[in-house]
């Protein structure tokens, strides 16, 4: 039986803005990546977000962004390694105040946009980054985005780390992504196949045709996809018939 874990980006409205389907989406994945208010999010989206997951039994996970909400979190940012550190543990700590309250507790960390793209280019800022997690709670998994990410993790003493992969984004040969300006409609049955292949054989077809490894543990899902619900159904749909279960982040860490 091979165990993956279905991530999804969440709690990313604000005010009256709306952002993604996250009442539909959360009965189908298993670890929830809530916005910490910096690039989305709101201390009342967060305490929503926070209470679905929990009643639904799904990991909390903080998805710390840099401090743009004009921008999404998608713009670059000049900060130092101690800001972005900073940065994550004022995140984290909202998220996880909240967790407190409805009983729960913060699981995962796993950056967002810019941020993610700077700790990527910068192992400085992303041994950072894990560090300063750790200091908050040992506990903490680091949910890593690609292989240079998943490389710091493996030097920092102490943390766990998950490889994640993606289905609803196309990879380059070289693993790294397509991120189209909007998303739009994927095609169900595709995205199954994705998610089996990589869940099986950590294996994946690039645009260019070619088959590329991505070991990941853990499959993130966008939210904002506008049939995501659709592309969840597909996938826990072939679940059953590939031998495959659906866990959480701490079993695929444990000892």
């Not at 909240?98 to 729960?104: C, D, E, L, Q, S």
């Not at 796993?110 to 560090?131: C, F, I, Q, T």
């Amino acid at each position: 039986m091979t165990g993956i874990d279905i991530n999804c980006d969440m709690g990313e409205s604000f005010g009256n803005w709306t952002m993604g389907n996250d009442a539909d989406v959360m009965p189908y994945v298993t670890s929830a990546n809530i916005a910490g208010g910096y690039h989305a999010g709101d201390p009342h989206v967060m305490r929503e977000t926070v209470e679905l997951a929990a009643d639904h039994g799904v990991g909390i996970g903080v998805h710390p962004g840099l401090p743009d909400k004009v921008g999404f979190g998608r713009r670059t940012m000049d900060a130092s390694p101690a800001e972005v550190r900073d940065y994550v543990v004022y995140q984290l700590g909202a998220l996880a105040a909240f967790a407190r309250r409805h009983g729960t507790s913060v699981q995962h960390v796993k950056p967002h946009g810019a941020m993610y793209s700077m700790l990527s280019d910068s192992a400085e800022h992303a041994r950072a980054v894990m560090e300063g997690m750790l200091e908050v709670d040992e506990d903490l998994i680091y949910l890593a985005t690609d292989m240079n990410i998943h490389e710091v993790a493996q030097q920092v003493d102490g943390l766990r780390a998950v490889f994640e992969g993606y289905v609803d984004l196309d990879y380059r040969a070289d693993r790294s992504l397509i991120v189209e300006q909007e998303l739009s409609d994927r095609d169900p049955d595709l995205v199954a196949d994705r998610f089996v292949s990589i869940a099986t054989d950590g294996v994946v077809e690039a645009a260019n045709g070619e088959e590329i490894s991505v070991p990941a543990d853990s499959i993130c899902i966008h939210g904002d996809n506008p049939n995501a619900v659709e592309l969840l159904e597909a996938i826990h749909e072939r679940i059953d018939d590939h031998d495959i279960e659906l866990v959480g982040l701490p079993e695929l860490v444990a000892d």
